[in-house]
């Protein structure tokens, strides 16, 4: 099956500090309900916890990942990579939302990353492979860059290229 992702990165490709997203820009988080609205989210649970409320996002089905036995109001809880693709197929469209160990975990089923690029260098832990440097993606699609509060930032959309038998 093949997924989508979606993550915000700084310069460095960093893409979060603690837990957390050290800038935050409306316009990214707008473009991220935009993409996402109406479809399944994969997520992990520290992540979901770091959302408005620690509760799942309205308007999406949410699967969340976690090795913890809980159950999740409004959520689909899954415990293993394989949940999470068994639950992502019976969805018509689904995207990881993270975080880093999330993203990890579901790359190489990854075909399609919405990447919002953020023109800054803030402290980050935790950082999103460098699309840039990897030979099978490709950035397909680039919009204009834009400011924010001071902040250059742009949307683009990266692809996996499909190996060719030689």
Same mark, same amino acid.
């Given at each position: 099956?093949a997924?989508e992702a ?5 310069a460095?490709? =960093? ?5 957390t997203q050290?800038?935050v ?7 991220? &309900?935009?993409?996402t =609205? =109406?479809d399944?989210?994969i997520? *992990?649970r520290?992540?979901m916890?770091?959302?408005p =409320?620690?509760?799942p996002?309205?308007?999406?089905h949410?699967?969340v ?8 109001e *409004?959520a689909?809880v899954?415990h293993s ?11 018509? &469209?689904c995207l990881?939302?993270? *975080? ?7 790359f190489?089923?990854l075909?399609?990353i919405h990447i919002t690029k953020?023109?800054l260098?803030?402290?980050s832990?935790?950082w999103?492979?460098?699309l ?6 490709v ?5 204009p860059w834009?400011?924010?509060? *001071? ?7 990266y692809?996996r290229q499909?190996?060719?038998?030689e």
């Amino acid at each position: 099956m093949a997924l989508e992702a979606i993550v915000a990165v700084y310069a460095d490709w =960093g893409i979060g500090l603690k837990g957390t997203q050290p800038v935050v820009l409306k316009a990214d988080r707008k473009h991220f &309900r935009e993409v996402t =609205g =109406g479809d399944a989210v994969i997520v *992990g649970r520290r992540t979901m916890e770091d959302f408005p =409320g620690g509760k799942p996002l309205k308007g999406r089905h949410n699967i969340v990942v976690t090795r913890q036995p809980l159950a999740i109001e *409004g959520a689909q809880v899954v415990h293993s990579t394989e949940e999470a693709l068994d639950a992502a197929a019976e969805q018509g &469209r689904c995207l990881v939302i993270g *975080g880093a160990s999330v993203y990890e975990q579901f790359f190489p089923w990854l075909e399609k990353i919405h990447i919002t690029k953020i023109d800054l260098t803030p402290e980050s832990d935790r950082w999103f492979p460098d699309l840039d440097a990897e030979a099978d993606w490709v950035c397909t699609q680039q919009g204009p860059w834009q400011e924010e509060g *001071g902040i250059r930032y742009c949307f683009c959309t990266y692809e996996r290229q499909k190996k060719t038998a030689e």
